[in-house]
């Protein structure tokens, strides 16, 4: 399987909570990121968070982290049709750029 | 944050004839370039990191003729698919950073299908 997986896409009605879902392998990963890529865009570094924490909340966003389960979540409160993206997971263990392995990203379509 | 540009967004090319993508770092000087590709519904995969004057380093099971990378100005790579294949077709995606270490800027992917 892939090192890190992610379901691929995510359908939500504007307003509510998003929450999308990661889960890795490598018991060693240190930092773990959430990217968005809008249409026509490349990949823009939403977030991210070091491995000896919990949670990080940012604005809407809120990061979830379970160590034990490898387990990485992004949560984007009343989220909007702008919301709309490829959400991608990521994790590295020492934080250089060739040594984050990515998900496949997850498709978010936010209805009206 | 910066902006990579990536060119072209969409090529499609017969069998056997080659294809060059670029990418441009537009606003900074991009001392290293990532080459990544993916496959549908599949993780996005490092191919390549080149440094600015230097060899790129593949990773492993990367053909190095089949994916050429020229790096030889701090604000352009290149990749060459060479002798294209059906099984070639796939998202190309790059990022620059103005070091390993410092966060990289992605560029829009290109999408090669060949035919």
């Known amino acids: 399987g892939e090192d890190v997986e992610q379901s691929l896409f995510l359908s939500v009605r504007e307003g509510d909570s998003s929450v999308i879902n990661c889960t890795y392998t490598d018991s060693s990963s240190t930092y773990l990121y959430w990217y968005k890529q809008e249409p026509g865009a490349g990949l823009q570094l939403l977030t991210y968070?070091?491995?000896?924490?919990d949670m990080k909340q940012d604005q809407r966003l809120t990061v979830l982290l379970n160590k034990k389960d490898k387990h990485l979540s992004l949560r984007i409160a009343d989220t909007q049709t702008g919301d709309s993206a490829i959400y991608f997971c990521?994790?590295?263990?020492?934080?250089?750029?060739?040594?984050?392995?990515f998900g496949a990203g997850t498709r978010l379509t936010v209805k009206p | 944050g910066a902006v990579v540009s990536q060119h072209p967004s969409r090529v499609i090319c017969k069998s056997g004839t080659s294809v060059k993508i670029e990418c441009r770092s537009l606003?900074?000087?991009?001392?290293?370039m990532f080459w990544y590709r993916q496959f549908p519904k599949k993780s996005l995969m490092l191919m390549a990191t080149?440094?600015?004057?230097?060899?790129?380093?593949?990773e492993q099971g990367v053909e190095k003729d089949k994916f050429l990378i020229n790096h030889a100005s701090l604000t352009l790579s290149t990749l060459t698919v060479t002798s294209a294949h059906p099984e070639d077709s796939s998202f190309y995606i790059c990022?620059?950073?103005?070091?390993?270490?410092?966060?990289?800027?992605f560029g829009q992917g290109t999408r090669l299908t060949v035919v």
């Open positions: 968070i070091f491995s000896n924490m």
């Open positions: 606003d900074f000087q991009a001392t290293t």
């Open positions: 990022s620059a950073s103005s070091g390993g270490w410092t966060e990289a800027f």
């Open positions: 080149s440094n600015e004057g230097s060899k790129a380093t593949y």
């Open positions: 990521a994790e590295s263990i020492h934080g250089g750029n060739n040594d984050m392995r």
